[in-house]
């Protein structure tokens, strides 16, 4: 199965099929061989089936061209100096893999079939230089056929396949989307086996991350927020029917998220290091809501399914799951006119995951497991004075006191970008004081006292007003003794 390339690297491919070589000039320059100019004229600008027959006659011969053997160099190698002629070699080498796959076949009888294209990766620093990006085009195809054969996957290809994910990583973090769309596709096609994915999740800083990036200006977030849940401000109007939030298109979207839901399907090795490291439940939840097409939803809950599937995900991802409001969007979406058959059926499967770890829920646990993700917001609890009188002390006490300092923690953070959550944290900090007085010290050797002092000049009124009322409790148990 070949590559379909997108638009733009399909039109430069046509560009240089057009563009006129002086290939005799090439040969008095000792560019490339006489030899060399009979193969690339007997397959250059001929009808398909007339191609593959000239290459299956002598397909040692043009495994020779492209990676040199015995008789000389690669055809690529001898012709460094004429990019020209590289481009052209390129675009022509694609073809031939794809139209003539027993030359694919032949090209991993070479020891290393590699070896000619992987340094033209590196061609240029400039991302819209031809070459890297043919080059890239012609690798993928050519390792798409050796994940098809597994006969022909070789150390050599696992090598290969972090070199390729490197360079296309330059392209998803550039600012063209057509450049970004290029990469992604690469990267959907290459994704079919379990060890390409193993491969990309390593490189994950520089293969996933800008991926990620790219969901978060869609979502209307960006990288640096502090934010878990979104307060609402993007909506499904803000976007067109070609664009989303960030200027990010809907095709690239749909790719971003395929190649995610390709990735998923490690769930158990990815799941909890790509939310502890992207928050990426509380995306997903979020374009869950601004989801415009029934493909987009598709994959976000095919992806969101795979991950909290891994029965050693659920402990960890249930709980979060539920704190960033996803079964309320889960509920929303079957109001909804949706007609997909995989789509029903993941909605239903997610659906019933959560509403069976909800229901075996109580109220402690909930806020236990919400402290726990590292975020908070004014869920029920925070302002419920019955759970505080039933659940004070044991708040403090459970865990060997886990919870107070996982809330210290908390406290200890900026939130530039989300004072909310330190509201809360002096909201609850306020009730522990009130409901167990007598354990005050503990939460003072966590230094939550001197921190909450700290935030009643906060700029944020919200976070004023809670700390204060946090140090009046202490201030009032400290005057009745």
């Not at 002086?22 to 008095?28: D, K, L, M, S, T």
């Not at 079919?192 to 978060?216: C, G, H, S, Y």
């Not at 354990?439 to 809670?466: F, S």
């Amino acid at each position: 199965m070949s590559l379909d390339p997108p638009t733009y690297l399909n039109s430069l491919q046509n560009n240089i099929r057009a563009r006129p070589i002086p290939w005799e000039g090439a040969v008095r320059a000792g560019t490339i061989t006489d030899s060399d100019l009979k193969r690339i004229k007997a397959v250059d600008k001929v009808r398909k089936d007339q191609r593959r027959q000239t290459v299956e006659a002598a397909t040692e011969a043009y495994k020779s061209l492209l990676l040199g053997g015995n008789q000389g160099k690669s055809v690529l190698e001898s012709a460094a100096k004429r990019a020209d002629v590289i481009q052209y070699m390129l675009v022509l080498a694609s073809d031939l893999i794809n139209d003539v796959p027993s030359l694919a076949s032949e090209l991993f009888q070479h020891a290393n079939p590699y070896k000619p294209f992987l340094p033209l990766l590196s061609h240029s620093t400039n991302p819209e230089d031809p070459i890297p990006l043919l080059t890239s085009s012609f690798l993928a195809n050519l390792i798409i056929s050796a994940q098809t054969d597994t006969s022909k996957s070789n150390p050599q290809t696992n090598d290969a396949l972090p070199k390729l994910y490197s360079y296309l990583a330059t392209l998803t973090k550039s600012q063209d989307s057509g450049l970004q769309d290029i990469a992604v596709q690469e990267y959907s096609a290459l994704l079919r086996t379990k060890k390409a994915r193993e491969l990309f999740w390593k490189q994950r800083q520089d293969t996933l991350n800008p991926l990620v990036d790219i969901l978060r200006a869609a979502a209307g977030a960006g990288r640096d927020s502090d934010s878990t849940t979104w307060s609402g401000g993007a909506s499904i109007r803000s976007a067109t029917e070609a664009r989303l939030n960030g200027g990010v298109g809907l095709q690239l979207l749909y790719h971003v998220l395929l190649a995610i839901w390709q990735l998923s399907f490690e769930g158990s090795l990815i799941g909890k290091d790509l939310e502890k490291e992207q928050e990426i439940l509380a995306l997903y939840t979020q374009l869950l809501r601004l989801s415009p097409k029934e493909k987009t939803t598709r994959l976000l809950l095919s992806t969101l399914l795979n991950l909290l599937n891994p029965s050693a995900n659920r402990s960890t991802l249930l709980p979060i799951a539920t704190t960033v409001r996803l079964p309320a969007i889960l509920s929303n979406l079957k109001t909804r006119h949706l007609t997909d058959p995989d789509l029903l059926e993941d909605l239903s499967a997610l659906t019933t995951m959560l509403s069976d770890y909800t229901s075996s829920q109580t109220t402690f646990d909930e806020y236990a497991s919400e402290i726990l993700t590292g975020r908070l917001r004014w869920s029920p609890p925070h302002r419920d004075a019955n759970f505080w009188r039933e659940n004070a002390r044991r708040i403090l006490d459970e865990n060997q006191g886990e919870l107070p300092k996982k809330l210290g923690e908390i406290l200890s953070k900026k939130w530039e970008d989300e004072k909310q959550v330190l509201a809360v944290a002096c909201n609850d900090v306020a009730w522990l004081v009130k409901e167990a007085p007598e354990k005050r010290g503990q939460l003072e050797k966590l230094g939550v006292k001197g921190r909450v002092m700290e935030l009643m000049a906060d700029e944020n009124e919200g976070v004023r007003w809670e700390s204060l009322k946090a140090v009046a409790e202490w201030l009032r148990y400290s005057f009745e003794e």
